[in-house]
C-alpha cells in the first residue's frame, strides 16, 4: 500500500544551501531513487540528481542517506519505518555542483596518476598466460562500478581536503593492487603507492569496504596485502642494504 514519506533533501550549490522537507507518495517496491524522481515531477521540477541504470550497475546515483554513502537506485524504501524522516543529501567529500550532484573529478585525476598495465617487453599480445587464480583476483577488482561511496566514506579524505593531493583513496590503491599482484605486470608499484598514493594514510578502518555496493573485500583482498608487501620491501635486510649502498 502506498503512504506519504517524508523527505528532507539538500538543496544548493557550491556556494550555499540547505535542507528542505517534503512529503513525496511511496508505493511498495520502489527505492528512495522513484521518490526523487517523483519530487522532481511533481514539485521541484529544477532538482538536480545524477543517475543512469537505475540497476546499481552505471555507479551514477551516488549520494548520502541518512549520513550513510549509497546508490540511490538501490536503496529500498522498505528499510525505513514509514513515519521516518529520510534524509538525503550530497556525497560530503566531493565538491557539490548542485543540489545532489557533486564534481568526482578528484577520483579522474587520480585514476590518471596511475602507471597502466605494463607486460613483459618480449610479450606479445594474445601471448599472454595466467593461472585462473590470477584471473580470479583481478576479476573481483573489476567488478568496481566507480561508484566512489568507497573514496566518499574513507575518512582520511571525508573532512581533510589537505589530504587529496597525497591520498589516492581505496578505489585507486585497490587499482594499484591489483597490478602489483597481476603476474604479467613487471612494474615494481610499491615505493610509489607508499611515497606517491599515500598507502601508509589508511589505517584499515575497512570502511570503504562496509559501504561498497559490490561487496568487493578492498581492504582484505587489496590495501592489506599491498601493505604487506611494501612492508616485505622496506624491511627485507637485502633491499635495506641495496638502498643504502646505491641510495636508490
Ligand atoms: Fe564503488 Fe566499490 Fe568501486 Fe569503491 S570499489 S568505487 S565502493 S564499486
Ligand atoms: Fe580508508 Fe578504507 Fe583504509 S576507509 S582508511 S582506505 S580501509
Ligand atoms: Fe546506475 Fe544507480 S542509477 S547505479
Same mark, same amino acid.
Given at each position: 500500500?502506498?503512504?506519504?514519506?517524508?523527505?528532507?533533501?539538500?538543496?544548493?550549490?557550491?556556494?550555499?544551501?540547505?535542507?528542505?522537507?517534503?512529503?513525496?507518495?511511496?508505493?511498495?517496491?520502489?527505492?528512495?531513487?522513484?521518490?526523487?524522481?517523483?519530487?522532481?515531477?511533481?514539485?521541484?521540477?529544477?532538482?538536480?540528481?545524477?543517475?543512469?541504470?537505475?540497476?546499481?550497475?552505471?555507479?551514477?546515483?551516488?549520494?548520502?542517506?541518512?549520513?550513510?554513502?549509497?546508490?540511490?537506485?538501490?536503496?529500498?524504501?522498505?528499510?525505513?519505518?514509514?513515519?521516518?524522516?529520510?534524509?538525503?543529501?550530497?556525497?560530503?567529500?566531493?565538491?557539490?555542483?548542485?543540489?545532489?550532484? =557533486? +564534481?568526482?573529478?578528484?577520483?579522474?585525476? #587520480?585514476? &590518471?596518476?596511475?602507471?597502466?598495465?605494463?607486460? @613483459?617487453?618480449?610479450?606479445?599480445?594474445?601471448?599472454?598466460?595466467?593461472?585462473?587464480?590470477?584471473?580470479?583476483?583481478?576479476?573481483?577488482?573489476?567488478?568496481?562500478?566507480?561508484?566512489?561511496?568507497?573514496?566518499?566514506?574513507?575518512?582520511?579524505?571525508?573532512?581533510?581536503?589537505?589530504?587529496?593531493?597525497?591520498?589516492?583513496?581505496?578505489?585507486?590503491?585497490?587499482?594499484?593492487?591489483?597490478?602489483?599482484?597481476?603476474?604479467?605486470?613487471?612494474?615494481?608499484?610499491?615505493?610509489?603507492?607508499?611515497?606517491?598514493?599515500?598507502?601508509?594514510?589508511?589505517?584499515?578502518?575497512?570502511?570503504?569496504?562496509?559501504?561498497?555496493?559490490?561487496?568487493?573485500?578492498? =581492504? +582484505?583482498?587489496?590495501?592489506?596485502?599491498? #601493505?604487506? &608487501?611494501?612492508?616485505?620491501?622496506?624491511?627485507? @635486510?637485502?633491499?635495506?642494504?641495496?638502498?643504502?649502498?646505491?641510495?636508490?
Amino acid at each position: 500500500m502506498g503512504y506519504q514519506a517524508k523527505l528532507r533533501v539538500w538543496r544548493g550549490d557550491d556556494g550555499s544551501g540547505d535542507l528542505q522537507d517534503f512529503t513525496v507518495e511511496a508505493n511498495e517496491g520502489e527505492v528512495v531513487l522513484d521518490l526523487i524522481h517523483r519530487l522532481q515531477a511533481t514539485q521541484v521540477p529544477d532538482l538536480a540528481v545524477r543517475w543512469n541504470c537505475k540497476a546499481g550497475k552505471c555507479g551514477s546515483c551516488s549520494a548520502e542517506v541518512n549520513g550513510r554513502p549509497r546508490l540511490l537506485c538501490m536503496t529500498r524504501m522498505s528499510i525505513f519505518s514509514e513515519d521516518e524522516t529520510i534524509t538525503v543529501t550530497p556525497m560530503r567529500t566531493f565538491p557539490v555542483i548542485r543540489d545532489l550532484v =557533486t +564534481d568526482v573529478s578528484y577520483n579522474y585525476t #587520480k585514476a &590518471r596518476e596511475i602507471p597502466s598495465f605494463t607486460p @613483459p617487453e618480449d610479450l606479445k599480445p594474445g601471448e599472454y598466460r595466467m593461472q585462473q587464480v590470477d584471473v580470479q583476483r583481478s576479476q573481483e577488482f573489476r567488478k568496481c562500478i566507480e561508484c566512489f561511496l568507497c573514496q566518499d566514506t574513507c575518512h582520511v579524505i571525508r573532512d581533510h581536503e589537505e589530504n587529496k593531493t597525497a591520498f589516492a583513496g581505496p578505489r585507486y590503491l585497490m587499482r594499484i593492487a591489483e597490478l602489483e599482484m597481476h603476474p604479467l605486470d613487471v612494474a615494481d608499484r610499491r615505493n610509489e603507492a607508499q611515497t606517491d598514493h599515500g598507502l601508509g594514510y589508511c589505517n584499515i578502518t575497512k570502511c570503504c569496504t562496509e559501504v561498497c555496493p559490490e561487496n568487493i573485500h578492498i =581492504t +582484505d583482498n587489496a590495501l592489506i596485502p599491498m #601493505k604487506e &608487501r611494501v612492508a616485505d620491501r622496506r624491511y627485507d @635486510p637485502i633491499v635495506w642494504l641495496g638502498n643504502k649502498l646505491f641510495r636508490r
